[in-house]
């Protein structure tokens, strides 16, 4: 991804996503899909265009399981949420895989005005697909180290089961997309687009191949 | 029985991405300052620059901050600034005719401060920390301040 990021500014002055003060960036993206719907994903954002912006993550992650997330909610009790982060991984992983193409525009106010930025490249869609990509990172990160500590002394038995659920849904997602994209729905992207696709695959496939040695994951699974 | 909203796999995506940055720039062209009367506005010298203190404590309308004792300025003459305020300083190059200022009112009988009248350049910003609430991209030299009172 970053090196997509880096293959696609080649030259000339790149807008920076990461906001100043008495700035404030509007985004809106419209996703159309192959069978006509249209999702849209608003937000605004003040200071770093980065996962570890709280309000921008929080406002990205709320429309994602809105428009691309399985309904899926842990009962009460310890690490509930960890099921509602894996299924929203999922519904990260939905947007980034299944996306074929990507426009852009980028406008520039100055006190209300349109004005010309100045910047010859915007890169908007990359940067886009990298936040997402972080992100899913993150959430896959997650389910799978609250997985892995199931012999924690102190822990209750309902945050190993919420943890184990969390770690088959997320399986369950990461093969989707793996075997999606080798010879699925979603094949024709990895040979149509580059080879940030390939890099994708690679990266579930690593993902799907740690999610698998979990033993209760792979009880379930098999 | 309870419905549960799921993916639809199989479909691939086209977006369409729009991204509007807004900047609010309370110092640009044809911008106004208001002053409250009765006090001048502060003018700090050093060997090579004049500073207008400027107050940052709204984000949409800047106030200068004043005070009768600077005013007029004269070459030399060093006011202090109280650092512990948010205000920031804009500075004026030497050359420009800011020492003698032209005075005017505007249609509604408001006064007018012109900052300065010579070319059009812009002004930059100085190395105060403080100053980097202010994007100097829209500082020219044809900005006016409003004044509400007599200097």
Redesign the interface.
């Known amino acids: 991804m970053h090196n997509q990021l880096r293959e696609k500014s080649p030259s000339g002055s790149i807008l920076s996503l990461d906001t100043q003060d008495m700035e404030s960036d509007t985004w809106d993206v419209v996703v159309l899909t192959s069978t006509n719907r249209k999702i849209n994903i608003s937000f605004e954002n003040k200071g770093a265009f980065a996962t570890w912006n709280a309000a921008l993550k929080a406002s990205v992650d709320e429309q994602i399981a809105r428009g691309f997330s399985a309904d899926l909610k842990g009962e009460d009790g310890d690490r509930q949420l960890l099921i509602t982060h894996a299924a929203l991984a999922g519904g990260y992983g939905h947007c980034l895989f299944s996306t074929k193409e990507a426009s852009e525009q980028f406008l520039n106010f100055v006190n209300g005005e349109s004005v010309y930025s100045g910047h010859t490249e915007y890169n908007l869609g990359a940067n886009f697909r990298c936040f997402l990509f972080s992100r899913f990172g993150e959430l896959v990160e997650e389910v799978l180290i609250a997985a892995r500590l199931r012999n924690t002394v102190g822990m209750s038995p309902n945050y190993y089961s919420n943890a184990y659920a969390a770690a088959v849904i997320l399986h369950h997602e990461v093969d989707y997309f793996q075997r999606s994209l080798r010879n699925g729905h979603l094949r024709s992207l990895v040979s149509e687009c580059n080879l940030s696709q390939q890099a994708l695959l690679t990266f579930l496939g690593l993902n799907f191949v740690s999610c698998k040695h979990l033993d209760v994951a792979h009880m379930y699974w098999t | 029985m309870k419905k549960?909203?799921?993916?639809?796999?199989?479909?691939?995506?086209?977006?369409?991405?729009?991204?509007?940055?807004?900047?609010?720039?309370?110092v640009?062209v044809d911008?106004w300052f208001k002053l409250t009367p009765p006090l001048a506005p502060l003018f700090v010298y050093n060997e090579d620059w004049a500073c207008l203190d400027l107050s940052a404590d709204a984000?949409l309308e800047r106030t200068l901050s004043y005070t009768s004792e600077s005013y007029p300025p004269s070459s030399g003459e060093i006011a202090s600034h109280n650092s512990t305020t948010s205000n920031s300083f804009m500075e004026i190059p030497p050359q420009v005719p800011f020492s003698s200022p032209a005075f005017g009112t505007d249609d509604s009988g408001q006064m007018l401060y012109r900052f300065s009248g010579e070319a059009d350049y812009e002004l930059p910003l100085g190395t105060d920390a403080s100053m980097?609430?202010i994007?100097p991209r829209?500082l020219t030299s044809n900005d006016w301040m409003t004044y509400q009172g007599p200097f």
């Not at chain 2, 549960?4 to 309370?26: D, K, V, Y």
């Open positions: 549960f909203r799921t993916q639809r796999r199989g479909e691939t995506f086209s977006m369409s991405i729009n991204l509007q940055r807004h900047i609010f720039s309370t640009g911008d984000a980097t609430s994007d829209y």
